[in-house]
């Protein structure tokens, strides 16, 4: 299997995209990349937070939220038809048998979940991510939001022949059938990567448990995995880390510096049990 990992800066449609990170608008290289090409994509697309205000803890300090350029959009509109662009290529470039999983909180999951349904998508599951350390509602206004959900699907109803490794989630689950309410913490700990100050690098880095179990569930050895939205590449640290392929698109090439000193350190850990990704 092929171990090197390509960083692609001018993505021009020729190049090999096996274990690569394309730096660019995944919607422009989506279209340059041949149809059915993928056996699996997990998207993590920008969650449109629309945050009005800073907010900050009872101690006033700053709590780190997602106020990213990435994921301001002028309008339920303007974020509806980014998502239904995003979706149609991807649509194309997955395999017929493929399957998709689109991770969201409440503030885009169900508007992503309709336009996946409206373009003929078919849903297979929604899991539940239950987050086992979720941030307070510091103001105490509303509930704990402690939840994101995945939703898995295919590129259409009469699809059958898409994975899913029934026995391995089986195994996982102590023997008994894997349900659709995963808990897993937050990413935190060494898992988190953060700079020499302790800033975290990315505001919305994945545990990568949660990635591994969707890749171990749908996808086979050697299968190659899709992530459009790569930023920290946790999905292809996690592809790699099983033996499946990967392509990932980020348009911030400040992450994938980071993301490439993961797969450097997981090279380094890949026979050893313990997977620091951060030294
Ligand atoms: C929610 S984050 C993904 C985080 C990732 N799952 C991880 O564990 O690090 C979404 C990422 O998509 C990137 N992004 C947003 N719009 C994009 C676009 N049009 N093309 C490519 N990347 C984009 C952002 O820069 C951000 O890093």
Avoid at 94 to 122: C, E, P
Wanted: proline share 3%; glycine share 6%; charged share 30%.
């Amino acid at each position: 299997m092929e171990k090197d990992i390509k960083r692609i800066d001018n993505f021009d449609g020729k190049a090999d995209i096996v274990n690569s990170i394309i730096i660019g608008d995944c919607i422009q290289v989506m279209k340059m990349i041949k149809s059915n090409s993928f056996d699996m994509v997990f998207a993590d697309p920008p969650y449109n937070m629309q945050l009005q205000n800073e907010l900050y803890r009872p101690n006033k300090t700053k709590v780190d939220g997602v106020e990213d350029k990435w994921d301001k959009f002028d309008s339920f509109k303007s974020y509806d038809e980014f998502t239904k662009d995003w979706l149609k290529e991807v649509k194309r470039v997955m395999k017929n048998s493929a399957t998709l999983w689109v991770i969201g909180s409440y503030h885009n999951i169900f508007r992503v979940g309709s336009i996946l349904q409206d373009l003929g998508f078919w849903i297979l599951n929604d899991i539940v991510w239950i987050k086992s350390n979720p941030m307070p509602n510091f103001r105490g206004v509303r509930f704990t939001n402690a939840t994101e959900t995945l939703i898995w699907a295919v590129k259409d109803k009469k699809i059958k022949n898409y994975t899913f490794n029934y026995e391995e989630m089986k195994r996982q689950n102590g023997g008994k059938q894997m349900r659709n309410d995963w808990y897993f913490s937050i990413c935190n700990g060494i898992e988190r990567l953060r700079d020499d100050s302790g800033k975290k690098i990315h505001s919305t880095q994945k545990p990568l448990s949660l990635i591994e179990r969707a890749i171990l569930a749908s996808t086979k050895e050697g299968d190659l995995v899709f992530d459009p939205f790569a930023g920290t590449c946790t999905t292809g640290v996690a592809a790699y880390k099983h033996n499946r392929r990967f392509t990932m698109i980020e348009k911030e090439s400040f992450y994938i510096d980071w993301a490439l000193k993961r797969f450097k350190n997981l090279q380094k850990n890949i026979f050893g049990n313990y997977l620091d990704v951060n030294r």
